[in-house]
């Protein structure tokens, strides 16, 4: 039950776009479409970005989007804004039917 | 309005035991998989187990299993995390969670537990 690898941190400039990979293996992200991404600022509860790979909750901004290739999923966030300065981190459904959560990124807005 | 609201949290010596409470509104309780996840200070989530509508089916992370239990009364709308045999490094924020990964994914404000002598 290996934590899901994510870059530890990714900056952009506003308006730019900026991607944030999560790496698992062929017993979680590879296996099943079951990807979610979670925002969470400081001190707050943790937010859902998106799900099933590239589903978007409702009231969640279209400038958030997911994929998924192999063992590899991606959140990226085009048109940043000051507000998307947050943590982000990946969840997929495992093998042993559990869930594993990502290592986390700091996305910072230069 | 849906509501998770976490308590029970606190200061437990280490090998000590704690129960977590999660009383829940605004949503039919009683038909939907419940999750705990726990988030230590200064680091990532970790998910922590998952419990069934209706109490019977649970699975838990390496770990915690053997030492946590998780349930839920229906009646009372509330979900429980028992905690035995805590170490220091099961100090964490934790947080029950309503259909996590879901459309309707929703987590309370979470409870903080702390292992130290």
């Known amino acids: 039950q290996s934590a899901l690898t994510q870059p530890a941190s990714v900056s952009g400039s506003p308006g730019q776009s900026i991607a944030i990979s999560c790496t698992g293996t062929?017993?979680?992200?590879?296996?099943?479409?079951?990807v979610s991404w979670y925002q969470q600022h400081p001190d707050k509860a943790p937010k859902l970005m998106i799900y099933?790979?590239?589903k978007r909750p409702s009231g969640v901004s279209d400038r958030f989007s997911g994929s998924k290739s192999d063992n590899t999923a991606s959140l990226t966030i085009s048109g940043l804004q000051a507000e998307d300065e947050a943590d982000y981190y990946c969840?997929?459904?495992?093998?042993?039917?559990?869930?594993?959560f990502g290592t986390g990124t700091k996305v910072t807005v230069l | 309005e849906v509501q998770l609201v976490e308590s029970g949290g606190g200061l437990v010596q280490p090998g000590g035991s704690l129960r977590l409470s999660c009383a829940a509104s605004?949503?039919?309780?009683?038909?939907?998989?419940m999750h705990w996840v726990r988030q230590a200070p200064g680091k990532g989530l970790v998910w922590v187990s998952r419990?069934?509508?209706?109490?019977?089916?649970?699975t838990y992370a390496d770990s915690v299993k053997g030492r946590f239990t998780m349930s839920r009364d229906n009646a009372k709308n509330t979900l429980y995390l028992q905690m035995n045999s805590l170490r220091a490094e099961d100090t964490a924020v934790y947080y029950c969670?309503?259909?996590?990964?879901?459309?309707?994914?929703?987590w309370g404000q979470g409870t903080l537990v702390t292992v130290s002598s």
């Open positions: 605004g949503f039919t309780f009683s038909s939907y998989w």
């Open positions: 969670a309503w259909d996590l990964t879901g459309p309707r994914d929703y």
């Open positions: 062929s017993s979680d992200v590879g296996a099943y479409d079951y």
């Open positions: 099933d790979v590239s």
């Open positions: 969840c997929s459904y495992a093998s042993g039917y559990i869930y594993v």
């Open positions: 419990i069934n509508p209706d109490g019977s089916y649970t």
